[in-house]
């Protein structure tokens, strides 16, 4: 049965996700005090080397929830603990900017709860309750101190990153990032600009690269369709693609084509006024579908893929399949969902079904930052809130019509 269950491509995606989750060894947050926020602490060697001369305050703004549910569970502190750097490998920032994604509007409302729970417990960082927690994944910040096992990071550096979702998030002035999770910011954007960007970069790497089984010279001539062309994914996929010299084909809905168009899709299609079916045929086969929507609709498009080429879907359902029915349940119930999504893969023509999620990777953000610099992506920001208005752009993201990014800045 064991044997039976690690063959499953859904506990080999798990594995991958723990891995993820997992940046490096040992890799912890701080320490929430009850009431006043932040992080995870885990036993491990807290020596702090390195130091900025100007000591950080010792109070910081912070958003927390104590439990589950709407926006009505969104806590300001004022008087928020800054955390504590407990791991070697681990940096202080002082955030700038962060933005709200979808993925922080349903974690507030326990999304993934049960999984990343077990993850925290499998990687030795707590157990128990996960509450007062803050949301918030991507920050563009400064570094404060770091941990005297980093040597790509002092203090003063500018740096941008995507944290695992094991950690307390960025919705805060201060966060914990592994040396793993960050890279240099890109020196063209300012800091709102660039924390819109780490988030929806690395997603897409992972569903490209990891999950699509591409490699970043082989987009050359490929046609990629891209389903939600003027979401925060779609818009920096359609840019990224580009940029290594794919052909993009991309669906919005009228209000957005201009944008997609604008950003370099070669072929936009508006799925409320057009077919998208018949436009598809007349296009042409494609090499490679990004899927960040899911449904029906969505999946009726995999028939124009080449055979064996891959459709590769951001709706990854191990998560929600955890919290519904358990850990070791969820898992069996994903890996029908995933022989299901294989079995109509096969239907349509050999086409290979894959999931993706968001994976930390400092790398990918190193590479995505020369290409910012070289003018090939440019952020697409929506709309931008003060710390203080983080409710407000919760509201605005769960609306899902955003075109490109909400963003926090956290000096207003």
């Given at each position: 049965?064991?044997?039976?269950?690690?063959?499953q491509?859904?506990?080999?995606?798990?594995?991958?996700?723990?891995?993820?989750?997992?940046?490096?060894?040992?890799?912890?947050?701080?320490?929430?005090?009850?009431?006043?926020?932040?992080?995870?602490?885990?036993?491990?060697?807290?020596?702090?080397?390195?130091?900025?001369?100007?000591?950080?305050?010792r109070?910081?703004?912070?958003?927390?929830?104590?439990?589950?549910?709407?926006?009505?569970?969104?806590?300001?502190?004022?008087?928020?603990?800054?955390?504590?750097?407990?791991?070697?490998?681990?940096?202080?920032?002082?955030?700038?900017?962060?933005?709200v994604?979808?993925?922080?509007?349903v974690?507030?409302?326990?999304?993934?709860?049960?999984?990343?729970?077990?993850?925290?417990?499998?990687?030795?960082?707590?157990?128990?309750?996960?509450?007062?927690?803050?949301?918030?994944?991507?920050?563009?910040?400064?570094?404060?101190?770091?941990?005297?096992?980093?040597?790509?990071?002092?203090?003063?550096?500018?740096?941008?990153?995507?944290?695992?979702?094991?950690?307390?998030?960025?919705?805060?002035?201060?966060?914990?990032?592994?040396e793993?999770?960050?890279?240099?910011?890109?020196?063209?954007?300012?800091?709102?600009e660039?924390?819109?960007?780490?988030?929806?970069?690395?997603?897409?790497?992972?569903?490209?690269?990891?999950?699509?089984?591409?490699?970043?010279?082989?987009?050359?001539?490929?046609?990629?369709?891209?389903?939600?062309?003027?979401?925060?994914?779609?818009?920096?996929?359609?840019?990224?693609?580009?940029?290594w010299?794919?052909?993009?084909?991309?669906?919005?809905?009228?209000?957005?084509?201009?944008?997609?168009?604008?950003?370099?899709?070669?072929h936009?299609?508006d799925?409320?006024?057009?077919?998208?079916?018949?436009?598809?045929?007349?296009?042409?086969?494609?090499?490679?579908?990004l899927?960040?929507?899911?449904?029906?609709?969505?999946?009726?498009?995999?028939?124009?893929?080449?055979?064996?080429?891959?459709?590769?879907?951001?709706?990854?359902p191990?998560?929600?399949?955890?919290?519904?029915?358990?850990?070791?349940?969820g898992m069996a119930?994903?890996?029908?969902?995933?022989?299901?999504?294989?079995?109509?893969?096969?239907?349509?023509g050999?086409?290979?079904y894959?999931?993706?999620?968001?994976?930390?990777?400092?790398?990918?953000?190193?590479?995505?930052?020369?290409?910012?610099?070289?003018?090939?992506?440019?952020?697409?920001?929506?709309?931008?809130?003060?710390?203080?208005?983080?409710?407000?752009?919760?509201?605005?993201?769960?609306?899902?019509?955003?075109?490109?990014?909400?963003?926090?800045?956290?000096?207003?």
């Open positions: 049965m064991k044997a039976a269950m690690i063959r491509p859904c506990f080999r995606s798990c594995v991958h996700l723990r891995n993820a989750l997992e940046v490096h060894e040992k890799s912890t947050a701080c320490t929430f005090q009850k009431g006043r926020q932040k992080c995870y602490s885990t036993q491990t060697e807290n020596k702090i080397t390195t130091v900025e001369k100007k000591k950080p305050k109070r910081m703004k912070a958003w927390y929830i104590y439990q589950y549910g709407g926006n009505e569970e969104l806590t300001l502190s004022e008087e928020a603990k800054i955390p504590e750097i407990t791991s070697p490998k681990d940096l202080l920032i002082e955030i700038q900017a962060a933005s994604n979808p993925i922080d509007v974690m507030r409302g326990g999304y993934g709860r049960n999984l990343i729970n077990k993850m925290r417990t499998w990687l030795g960082r707590g157990s128990g309750s996960e509450f007062p927690l803050t949301l918030g994944r991507d920050f563009s910040g400064i570094v404060r101190q770091t941990g005297h096992l980093v040597t790509r990071y002092k203090p003063g550096d500018e740096v941008w990153g995507a944290l695992a979702g094991q950690r307390q998030g960025t919705h805060a002035q201060f966060c914990i990032a592994g793993n999770e960050i890279s240099k910011k890109p020196s063209s954007l300012s800091h709102i660039a924390a819109s960007l780490p988030y929806v970069a690395t997603t897409t790497w992972a569903a490209l690269i990891t999950m699509g089984h591409m490699r970043e010279n082989s987009f050359h001539d490929k046609r990629v369709l891209i389903h939600g062309g003027s979401g925060g994914i779609g818009t920096f996929a359609v840019q990224l693609i580009k940029a010299g794919g052909e993009v084909v991309a669906t919005c809905s009228t209000d957005a084509v201009a944008l997609v168009k604008h950003i370099g899709a070669d936009v299609i799925y409320r006024t057009e077919d998208v079916l018949s436009r598809l045929g007349d296009i042409g086969k494609l090499d490679l579908i899927d960040p929507v899911g449904g029906e609709a969505q999946e009726a498009t995999m028939k124009f893929l080449r055979p064996y080429h891959n459709y590769v879907t951001l709706v990854f191990l998560l929600p399949n955890a919290d519904k029915h358990g850990f070791l349940a119930k994903s890996a029908v969902d995933l022989n299901f999504g294989i079995t109509k893969g096969i239907s349509k050999l086409t290979s894959r999931w993706a999620f968001f994976i930390p990777n400092g790398e990918a953000l190193k590479k995505v930052a020369v290409l910012v610099d070289s003018g090939k992506i440019q952020p697409v920001i929506d709309k931008v809130f003060k710390l203080d208005e983080l409710p407000l752009a919760y509201e605005k993201v769960e609306q899902k019509h955003g075109r490109g990014k909400t963003v926090i800045d956290m000096r207003a």
